[in-house]
Structures are given as structure tokens and as C-alpha cells.
């Protein structure tokens, strides 16, 4: 049997107690079983990064729904800035078609960053709407590097696109 430090214990205790309602918040927000998943799990990850101040709360469980709020808005955030790159006619508004451009054509608009790995790694959430724990898993890296890779990718493509 391994030692377990006691406030390893009360963080799981919690996170038993409290995860059915925190996934039904995640998913009424986010719409998306994946996504909600991953904003609790990063909530929790940063409850222990954070521990002192987690456990030290008056109201522990207050404290973990405010982290998921937060989680879940740099979500959102990044969810509306990838869609803004996703190139879409005036007509379509907001709203991503139904069928996917031909990639053809979109590696031709932008041949010259489509060949790099976090390019296609971009198309991948922005058209095929994969989550970063979804691509995480499929390339065996962390969702922490995911996002890295994400953030890099999408600098160099406004790099590129900005004149």
C-alpha cells in the first residue's frame, strides 16, 4: 500500500462528491460530453497546483465550481478564436458549414504553413472539431502540449494570413 498525503484524499473525496454535478454544468455550457470532461479534469489539475489555496477556502466545493466557470470561458475563448480562422462565406455567418471544405483546397490556400505538423493539427480541430484531449491521445502527448502546439500554430497562420 502507497502513502497517500491527506489532502490527496480530501481532493478525491471531492471530486467524488461533487463530479455528477459538475458535469452536468460543464456539459449544459460547453455541449460537448469530451469538452466538459477535460474542463473538469483541468480544474482539478489546477486545485492541486493550487492546493494551499484550495483546501485553505472556507467553501472548497464554491472554489472548484468558480475554477470549472473560468476553465470553461478560456474554452469557449479559444473555441471562437479557432473558428475565426476557419476561412467562411459572408452568408454562413457564424456558423461552421455543414460539410467540410475540400482540404485540397485549403492546403492550397495555404501551402506554404501546411505542411507543418501543428497546421494539420489545427485543421483537425478547427474542421474536423476534435478536442485537445482527443488529439493529445492520438499523438501520446499531454493536453498541456496540445494546446502549446495550438497556440504556436495558430500565431504562425495569423503571421502568415496578416499582411
Known amino acids: ?13 471531492l471530486y467524488k462528491n461533487m463530479y455528477p454535478a459538475l458535469h452536468v454544468y460543464a456539459l ?3 455541449k460537448d460530453a469530451a469538452l466538459a470532461e477535460e474542463a473538469i479534469q483541468d480544474s482539478f489539475c489546477i486545485a492541486c497546483a493550487k492546493r494551499e489555496q484550495f483546501l485553505s477556502s472556507p467553501n472548497p466545493q464554491s472554489w472548484i465550481m468558480c475554477t470549472l466557470k473560468h476553465v470553461m470561458q478560456n474554452m469557449l475563448r479559444t473555441q471562437a478564436k479557432l473558428k ?12 461552421p458549414p455543414a460539410k467540410p471544405p475540400e482540404m485540397a483546397s485549403i492546403d492550397i490556400l495555404f501551402c506554404d ?28 502527448i499531454s493536453v498541456e502540449t496540445c494546446k502549446k502546439r495550438v497556440q504556436r500554430a495558430r500565431k504562425r497562420l495569423r503571421e502568415k494570413i496578416t499582411i
Open 84 to 95: 475565426k480562422l476557419v476561412i467562411l462565406s459572408p452568408e454562413l455567418g457564424d456558423h
Open 28 to 30: 449544459r455550457i460547453l
Open 1 to 13: 500500500m502507497t502513502y497517500r498525503e491527506p489532502w490527496e484524499s480530501a481532493v478525491e473525496q
Open 113 to 140: 504553413v501546411s505542411g507543418s505538423e501543428d497546421f494539420q493539427l489545427l485543421k483537425r480541430i478547427a474542421l474536423d472539431r476534435c478536442t485537445m484531449l482527443e488529439i493529445a491521445e492520438e499523438l501520446g
